[in-house]
């Protein structure tokens, strides 16, 4: 089974740009995550979909973050605008529903200048 | 809302030594506990997890609950150089790990030849 996938793997943006991340879940997992990982920070969670349905939304990133799941294979996560302090790396995970395990992508490295 | 702690921030353990790291949790009903292993640049992946007080050994490595203290901890053998990574620690409050999961910040282990 392929793993979980995430593109870009690194991106650079402007202050106020718009940019979108991908996400392709593992075949047949029904729970999907983003997070954001500082150094300061740790893992944060920015959104978790249970089979497409949005089941907790970060309160600290509603304004300028905004997952969604297109479908059961694919979620994108777009920061509108964004903003220096949004350098990060973005993770997105999934996991089967009723299992705790769950399986990482590679991450999206964010830099705005 | 789940506080999840790691000591120590750091270490560096010399090659072949025991490897101890700790993680303490605020929710008393906590179910699931796990940690998580990231390499330099990679994704994080899970490495072991427990459901009940007690310890877990696979190998090297052993998990001790003490769900009485809010605490649990991984115990690395004979610690090797592959072992250098961030170790990330993991509470869930769904039965049967069956809820999103909580991390620690980290702590970031190398080992020394």
């Known amino acids: 089974d392929a793993g979980v996938t995430q593109t870009p793997r690194h991106e650079v943006a402007e202050k106020g740009q718009t940019i979108i991340l991908k996400c392709e879940p593992v075949?047949?997992?029904?729970?999907l995550f983003w997070y954001r990982q500082t150094k300061i920070q740790g893992l944060e969670l920015l959104s978790y979909?249970?089979?497409?349905?949005?089941?907790?939304d970060g309160g600290a990133f509603k304004d300028r973050f905004k997952a969604e799941m297109l479908n059961s294979s694919f979620s994108t996560l777009k920061i509108q605008p964004t903003e220096p302090k949004d350098s990060a790396v973005y993770l997105c995970?999934?996991?089967?529903?009723?299992?705790?395990?769950?399986?990482f992508g590679p991450g999206t490295r964010l830099t705005v200048l | 809302q789940q506080k999840v702690q790691q000591s120590p921030e750091s270490l560096i353990v010399p090659e072949g030594a025991m490897t101890s790291l700790n993680c303490t949790f605020s929710?008393?009903?906590?179910?699931?506990f796990a940690w998580y292993r990231q390499h330099s640049g990679k994704a994080p992946k899970a490495l072991m997890s427990?459901?009940?007080?007690g310890e877990k050994e696979e190998g090297r490595f052993t998990i001790h609950l003490n769900k009485a203290s809010l605490h649990f901890s991984l115990h690395i053998r004979d610690s090797q150089p592959s072992d250098s990574a961030l170790y990330l620690c993991?509470?869930?409050?769904?039965?049967?790990?069956?809820?999103?999961?909580?991390f620690g910040k980290g702590t970031q282990l190398i080992i020394q030849p």
């Open positions: 995970a999934s996991s089967r529903q009723g299992r705790a395990e769950q399986f």
């Open positions: 075949s047949g997992h029904n729970d």
């Open positions: 979909f249970r089979s497409k349905s949005l089941m907790e």
């Open positions: 929710d008393s009903a906590s179910q699931y």
């Open positions: 427990i459901f009940s007080n």
């Open positions: 993991a509470v869930s409050m769904g039965t049967g790990g069956a809820d999103r999961l909580t």
